[in-house]
T-cell receptor
Framework: AQSVTQLDSHVSVSEGTPVLLRCNYS??????LFWYVQHPNKGLQLLLK??????LVKGINGFEAEFKKSETSFHLTKPSAHMSDAAEYFC???????????FGTGTKLQVIP | DADVTQTPRNRITKTGKRIMLECSQT?????MYWYRQDPGLGLRLIYY???????NKGEISDGYSVSRQAQAKFSLSLESAIPNQTALYFC??????????????FGQGTRLTVV
């Protein structure tokens, strides 16, 4: 069985400070991992994905994530939060041969001016 | 135009009514999915289809049915709507030809309220 756990339902940061959104996964196989962002009243947009080519993945809008197999983690980071980063973020997982994406429960990021 | 289009975007319906949510895509993807999103629960898979002749139940299929009319169209039906089906519904697609690293592409969502 595969699963994704987002460790924080809400994260609040001040504008200009670093962002850390945590995601742990469980998978019997080598997974593909994704981070999606959902702005209010919008659909989900892909931020970045882990392709197994490199453990540090860079995405759009300055976000990046590091795949750590030993820790079964795929945390999302950004050096400096911007007001436009306020949204809900979802970590997701799929694996070879069965490409059904499993989502975490989401983390709402609040950015304080 | 959006690659994955959901109609309607918003719908209010009464308990017991039948309602259909429609999804069409221009991405040429073979795989399509229906998810519902509830606060604090994230996205949960209702049904998925790996091609026109392949329909599979997801984790929360009770009370729902689907139809894959063509590769580009995947409809979700609530045969007799109930209030706890009030949620935000998303259609998504993916392309099996892209291998294991393919992501899902989402529509804008349908906000359904059952009163």
């Amino acid at each position: 069985a595969q699963s994704v756990t987002q460790l924080d339902s809400h994260v609040s940061v001040s504008e200009g400070t670093p962002v850390l959104l945590r995601c742990n996964y469980s998978s019997s196989y080598s997974p593909s991992l994704f981070w999606y962002v959902q702005h209010p009243n919008k659909g989900l947009q892909l931020l970045l994905k882990y392709t197994s080519a490199a453990t540090l993945v860079k995405g759009i809008n300055g976000f990046e994530a590091e795949f750590k197999k030993s820790e079964t983690s795929f945390h999302l980071t950004k050096p400096s939060a911007h007001m436009s980063d306020a949204a809900e973020y979802f970590c997701a997982l799929s694996f070879w041969g069965y490409q059904k994406v499993t989502f975490g429960t989401g983390t709402k990021l609040q950015v304080i001016p | 135009d959006a690659d994955v289009t959901q109609t309607p975007r918003n719908r209010i319906t009464k308990t017991g009514k039948r309602i259909m949510l429609e999804c069409s895509q221009t991405k040429g993807h073979d795989r399509m999915y229906w998810y519902r999103q509830d606060p604090g629960l994230g996205l949960r898979l209702i049904y998925y289809s790996f091609d026109v002749k392949d329909i599979n139940k997801g984790e929360i299929s009770d009370g729902y049915s689907v139809s894959r009319q063509a590769q580009a169209k995947f409809s979700l039906s609530l045969e007799s709507a109930i209030p706890n089906q009030t949620a935000l519904y998303f259609c998504a697609t993916s392309d099996s030809r892209q291998g294991p690293n393919t992501e899902a592409f989402f529509g804008q969502g349908t906000r359904l309220t059952v009163v």
